[in-house]
């Protein structure tokens, strides 16, 4: 008898239930970044990382070290969360290194423990440095000049620099002009 087994002493059992293992080799879609949409430069020490994943995933927060948009060796786990069964929405509080691109990837896990390809997040540069300024004057000291050019050279690109930013003593603002972004 097919459903039945019997041991060397004659004893018999009838044989347990079908049992059924479904294999599952798809990775779920890569993770959606819905923020930041675009490159950014903040002087914040922290971004938030908001996006979807397919319901149910386990999505990871990678520091993509090399900047090279795919996820490889040295490639620091930075953050994870697991979505719920009907759950899409992921969010992350990501740490930034002052004063340079931060460059992040995103993967989504299923419970078959399939792994997406990663997502890039868009670049967040961390600026935390404030811009220095140098003063150059177009006349020697002493100098009975009726008008002394003044440059102003910045560390870094700036906005907002105007005449009322300068206070003068023993004359006056005239011809102010903006040459560059750094002058």
């Known amino acids: 008898n097919a459903s039945t087994v019997t041991d060397l002493a004659g004893n018999s059992n009838p044989m347990s239930a079908t049992l059924s293992i479904a294999s599952d080799r798809t990775a779920p879609a890569a993770p959606i970044v819905s923020d930041p949409s675009g490159n950014s430069l903040t002087n914040s020490g922290s971004v938030t990382i908001d996006g979807s994943a397919d319901a149910g995933s386990l999505v990871r927060l990678y520091r993509d070290v090399d900047a090279s948009g795919t996820l490889s060796e040295g490639d620091a786990q930075v953050g994870q969360q697991q979505l719920g069964g009907s759950e899409t ?23 078959a423990t399939n792994e997406s390809v990663a997502s890039a997040v868009p670049t967040i540069t961390q600026d935390s440095t404030r811009p220095s300024a140098s003063i150059a004057f177009g006349v020697t000291n002493p100098t009975n000049a009726t008008s002394i050019p003044v440059t102003v050279n910045f560390s870094e690109p700036v906005s907002g620099f105007e005449s009322s930013d300068v206070s003068v003593g023993n004359g006056s603002i005239s011809d102010f002009v903006s040459v560059s972004s750094t002058q």
């Open 89 to 111: 929405s992921f969010s992350f509080n990501a740490e930034l290194t002052a004063d340079v691109a931060n460059h992040f990837l995103l993967t989504a896990t299923d419970s």
